[in-house]
């Protein structure tokens, strides 16, 4: 079992960076695949970007490439979101996500493939 603990959100103005991070414990990184999900008011859960076992291979919903870039470090048990250019249209709460995962290559984009869930961490960005 892993626990997830989200930090980094705040209120922004539009064109501001933040750097998310998901801190885990308890069963090392390395064997998870994570993923970052985000929901707004009144909408669905919407996947934003995942990333592999070893963080060779990420993937990103078309509306946050080339902004948003996942990132891990398994030696400090950490991932990351570093989320630039923000848009108003990018506020949400942010949430992490592990799934055990026996594939090196394996990047996942559903949240129904993921194990286990962080409480989240809101990201407002105000135009």
């Known amino acids: 079992q892993v626990q997830l603990v989200e930090s980094g959100g705040g209120l922004v103005q539009a064109g501001d960076s933040l750097t998310l991070a998901c801190v885990t414990s308890g069963r090392p990184l390395d064997m998870y695949a994570m993923g970052w999900f985000r929901q707004a008011p009144g909408k669905e859960r919407e996947f934003v970007a995942a990333i592999n076992r070893g963080g060779g291979r990420t993937t990103y919903v078309e509306s946050v490439k080339g902004r948003f870039t996942i990132s891990r470090d398994n030696a400090k048990n950490t991932v990351y979101l570093q989320v630039n250019s923000l848009k108003p249209e990018d506020t949400a709460v942010y949430y992490c996500?592990?799934?055990?995962?026996?594939?090196?290559?394996?990047?996942?984009?559903?949240?129904?493939?993921?194990?286990?869930w962080g409480q989240g961490t809101q990201v407002t960005a105000s135009s």
């Open positions: 996500a592990a799934k055990l995962s026996y594939s090196d290559n394996g990047v996942y984009t559903r949240g129904s493939s993921y194990d286990y």
